[in-house]
């Protein structure tokens, strides 16, 4: 069996800035299918388009509405994907929760963030040190943060968005959101956009493939093994570049935990496994023979990804990023 193990290669995105307004609706927190990105309406990520260009803008997110005046500079994020978003558009957050590590955040990312102060943990960015930035702007994650609201939107405008629970869809809504509060919406529509060519060239190199797997995205822990179906963000990329999810969307639970009869029954033709410690559930089953009998194990398509890239970042540069080295572990596998 072959374990292959491919590295994070920085990924620029061009951003030109001439469309003259931000095209669509923001889009569905559900699955859209293989293109992923067309959006519809939503959960409150939605938002109005027509804000865009306005000095003073009503901004609709996931719990309720805020208003933004002029073009916030002192942006603060409790996700990486808002950290991406924000700087694909040329604006550098002043405060990122990334973990108390910044290496967690992918390389393209950290390189056009430049310098900033950690907020520590994303699920419990430290709140005084959040008010100490004197943010004009502060964008937090919709479920994971919910419950520090209140406190957040005292000190400035706070807007709540998709990330962690998000598909490709309901993460590029967000995008679309942040853009219009940063009233940069062209900028943001052009990377969009960017990002649906990518992924549809993406398609194409793999379209030649004798037959497309079926593919499994998952995390493996110390002692877990979490299977996300085609409701989570990773699966939704490899769906948007033709790559039929093994596990079809369960919008009530993304993700789970699954043990070896499980992964069985599922019979995944790719497996594509982001190990969060070196040790777990995959060192025990690799001596089994059904693990051996698994598909994506007897035709050496197991394959070791780079967790942050896979699992901690989202949005734009993110779904790049998973799609071409979902490609090119395909194409070179022997």
């Known amino acids: 069996m072959k374990f292959s193990i491919l590295r994070p290669a920085a990924v620029a995105l061009l951003l030109v800035t001439s469309l003259a307004a931000c095209g669509g609706t923001a889009g569905s927190t559900g699955s859209q299918g293989a293109a992923g990105l067309s959006g519809g309406a939503g959960d409150g990520a939605g938002g109005d388009a027509g804000q865009c ?6 901004i609709t997110h996931a719990l309720g509405t805020t208003t933004v005046t002029g073009d916030p500079s002192r942006v603060v994020v409790t996700e990486f994907s808002f950290a991406d978003g924000a700087s694909l558009l040329g604006v550098r957050p002043v405060g990122v929760a990334d973990d108390s590590d910044r290496n967690r955040i992918i390389q393209p990312i950290r390189e056009r ?3 900033y102060t950690s907020l520590g943990l994303r699920k419990s960015p430290s709140l005084p040190v959040i008010a100490s930035l004197r943010p ?10 919910a419950d520090v609201y ?3 939107s005292a000190m400035a405008p706070t807007i709540a968005l998709t990330s962690q629970e998000g598909d490709l869809a309901a993460n590029i809504a967000a995008m679309r959101v942040l853009g219009q509060a940063l009233n940069r919406c062209a900028e943001m529509e052009k990377a969009v956009t960017g990002l649906q060519d990518k992924l549809a060239s993406i398609k194409t190199r793999i379209d030649g493939l004798p037959a497309k797997p079926k593919a499994l995205f998952a995390v493996a822990a110390d002692k877990t093994f979490s299977a996300h179906n085609g409701a989570a963000f990773v699966p939704s ?7 039929e999810p093994a596990l079809p969307a369960d919008q009530s639970q993304p993700q789970a935990d699954m043990g070896l009869e499980t992964l069985v029954a599922t019979a995944p033709e790719a497996m594509f496994i982001a190990n969060y410690t070196p040790q777990n559930p995959i060192t025990a089953w690799r001596a089994n023979k059904l693990f051996a009998g698994i598909p994506a194990v007897a035709s050496n398509r197991l394959f070791s990804v780079d967790p942050d890239v896979w699992a901690r ?18 194409l070179n596998a022997k």
Not at 136 to 143: Q, V
Not at 237 to 243: E, H, K, Q, T
């Open 313 to 330: 970042n989202r949005g734009v540069t993110a779904a790049e990023m998973v799609a071409e080295q979902a490609a090119d572990l395909l």
């Open 53 to 58: 260009g306005k000095t003073e803008r009503t």
């Open 113 to 115: 963030l430049g310098d």
């Open 136 to 145: 004009d702007l502060i964008i937090i994650d919709a479920k994971r943060n």
């Open 150 to 152: 209140p406190q957040l």
């Open 237 to 243: 990329v490899l769906s948007a570049i033709g790559l």
